[in-house]
Structures are given as structure tokens and as C-alpha cells.
């Protein structure tokens, strides 16, 4: 289900004179994150027998902690942290460094996408949550906190934002999103490049009603499992 832009090459989505990025109203924004809150609080509120079922396994199989938190790059700049459930082993980040300071080849897959093909840091239990993409379902709170919104830039790290290049403008327009056009568009099977591309795309063509598309589309894509991490 790849979209023609999700392998379009960067130079040919954007111009490259400065970009203007259109932003919404006083009343369309205020909308937009009335909008926001209330569908993350009705999901949390619905899904809360997944929430605690998803919780009993991660503790049952891989023991505490059941989340994952980390920093990433908001509007504007502005730090957050970002709420995951843990879906890797407990020392993920010790064993990354052992694993990239042995292996060049693996060093500079990392260093070109910040991903991993095959990670062995991530548990069984774990591969299934990312497939499912259950993983993210705390990233509902971060929505009614106000640090993300539903549809968006996909959320980075600050060490990626080198990676956006004279892009990184359009990234910090908008809040991060719990999905996008990143997520409906291949995932796991895009470049970064292409990344970078569908999130410039994005905040140049934003709509209420594009949202509401890649929000049933998100839909499909977690049904179907398609393009997961």
C-alpha cells in the first residue's frame, strides 16, 4: 500500500528557495487539538482492557519496567518525553553501543537510518507489539498532555535532526504525530530520505480532511500489519 510519494526523491517534492508553512486559524487550531484530546481520551478510555492485558504480558514475560521513555524533538524545538511500552531488552542501549563499536557495517546502517533490520535488542514479545504496533499506544497520553497530536511529523530524536538537514524547518513546524504519512506508507520499507520527504509533504499539504484519511487508513495498515516496525 505505498503511496507514489513515498519513494519520491526529496529535491522533487520541495523547491529550493525557503518554504512557507502554511499554519491553520486561531479556530481551526484550537479545533485541531479539541479534536486531538478528545479522540486520545476516548482511545484510552476504550482501550483500556488492551492497555492492562498488554501490561500483564510485558511484566509476566519480560518483567519491569513496562515502559519505555524517551526524549524526542517537539514543536518548535521543545523537548518531550515519549511513552512507548517496552518492547526491548532492559539493557537496549548497553547493548547497542557494545554492538555498533564491533560491527561497522552495522555502525553505519544506524548511522544512515537510526534503525536496525534485524535488532537483536528487541524481545520476541516485543516483535510482536511493534508488528501490532500496540507498542504505541501510550503515545495516546502524550497526545492529551499536548506534546503530540494524532496525525504528524513522525517524533525524532535529537540526534536525527542532522538527518533532516534544511528540512529540520518543516519537521518543527507542527507537533510530532502518533501516525502519518511515514506509517501509511511502507514504514519499515521506506529510506529516511523518504521519510524526510513524506513529513515535508505533510506539513505543505496539511487538512482536517487529509487527517481524517490518515487516520482511517492508520487503521487499516495496524488491522492489516502492513509495513510494521
Known sequence: MHDDFATTPLSDLIPASDLHFPSRSGL????????????????????????????????????????????????????FRCYKFRTMARDAEARLSRML??????????????????????????????????????????????????????????????????HIAAYLSLRPGLTGLWQISGRSGTSYADRVALDVRYCLTRSFRMDLGILLRTVRVVLTGHGAC
Open 101 to 166: 563499536a564491533a560491527d561497522p557495517a552495522l555502525r553505519a546502517e544506524w548511522e544512515q537510518s537510526h534503525k536496525l533490520a534485524r535488532d537483536p535488542r528487541v524481545s520476541c514479545l516485543g516483535a510482536v507489539l511493534r508488528k501490532t504496533s500496540l507498542d504505541e499506544l501510550p503515545q495516546f497520553w502524550n497526545v492529551l498532555k499536548g506534546d503530540m497530536s494524532l496525525v504528524g511529523p513522525r517524533p525524532i530524536t535529537a540526534a536525527e535532526m542532522v538527518l533532516y538537514g534544511p
Open 28 to 79: 481551526s487550531a484550537a479545533f485541531g487539538t479539541l479534536f486531538d484530546r478528545g479522540l486520545a481520551l476516548l482511545a484510552l478510555i476504550t482501550l483500556l482492557p488492551l492497555f492492562l492485558m498488554t501490561m500483564a504480558l510485558i511484566f509476566l514475560l519480560e518483567g519491569r519496567p513496562l515502559f519505555y521513555a524517551q526524549t524526542r524533538v517537539g514543536k518548535g524545538g521543545r523537548p
